[in-house]
Structure formats: C-alpha cells, structure tokens
C-alpha cells in the first residue's frame, strides 16, 4: 500500500532554491502516476507539477515551468521537486500524492487516490 511522506521543506529567500522529495514506504515503485500540489493560505489546492510512472511525461502549471523540475527515481521509491528561483507566491504547503489512473495528465485532486501529510515551503521577499 502507498504511503507516502514529503520532506525537504523549509524557509528561504527569494530566488533560493529547494528540493523537495516524496518517498513511498510502500514501496510501489513505478506503479503509480506522481503530483505535486501545493496550497497557500486561503487558496485551493492547485497542481503543480507531474510525472509517469516512468518519467517519460512530465506536467508543470504555467507558474513553475522553468523554474521547477519533478523527476523521480522507481528504484528508491521517490519523487523530487527541484524548485530553483523561488518567489514570495510560491509561499504554501506542498504534498505528494500518487494516481493509478493511467491518462496524462492527472491534474485534478480528485484523480489522486494517495497523499501525503505536506511540508511547509516558506519563500520571503
């Protein structure tokens, strides 16, 4: 069964950069489909970034594309989000989550059936 934890979050300052990394002590593997969502103060959750099974597709929001890279290594059972350039609106809690659905992109919530518990990621100006 998935489970999964992100860790990696922190403070930094703009245009700063962190990786953030979603390991599964399930131990799944390549079997599901990976996001990042991330959600701010008083906002919905929104995507931010995914990837395949395989690594082959990778999705971003028009907000980190060129600043932000997901990737993820099957063998160790981890995805990363390398986030380069931060902003002050890049400021919310970040989660993992994992989907078995096996379309691209997976870019809504409710297509994630895994999550896990988030990690802070402050940005100050």
Same mark, same amino acid.
């Given at each position: ?5 992100e860790?990696?979050? *922190? ?8 990786r953030?990394?979603?390991a ?17 103060? *008083? @906002? ?20 980190? @594309? ?9 063998? @160790? ?9 931060? @902003? ?26 895994y ?6 990621v402050?940005?100050?100006?």
């Amino acid at each position: 069964q998935v489970q999964l934890a992100e860790s990696g979050g *922190g403070l930094v300052q703009a245009g700063g950069s962190l990786r953030l990394s979603c390991a599964d002590s399930g131990r799944t593997g390549g079997a599901y489909a990976m996001g990042w969502f991330r959600q701010a103060p *008083g @906002k919905v959750r929104e995507i931010v970034a995914q990837i395949s099974r395989v690594g082959l597709s990778k999705y971003y929001v028009d907000s980190v @594309k060129g600043r932000f890279t997901i990737s993820r290594e099957n063998a @160790k059972n981890t995805v990363y989000l390398q986030m380069n350039r931060l @902003k002050p609106e890049d400021t919310a809690v970040y989660y993992c989550a994992a989907a078995s659905a096996n379309y691209y992109p997976i870019i809504k919530e409710s297509e994630y059936d895994y999550w896990g518990q988030g990690t802070q990621v402050t940005v100050s100006s």
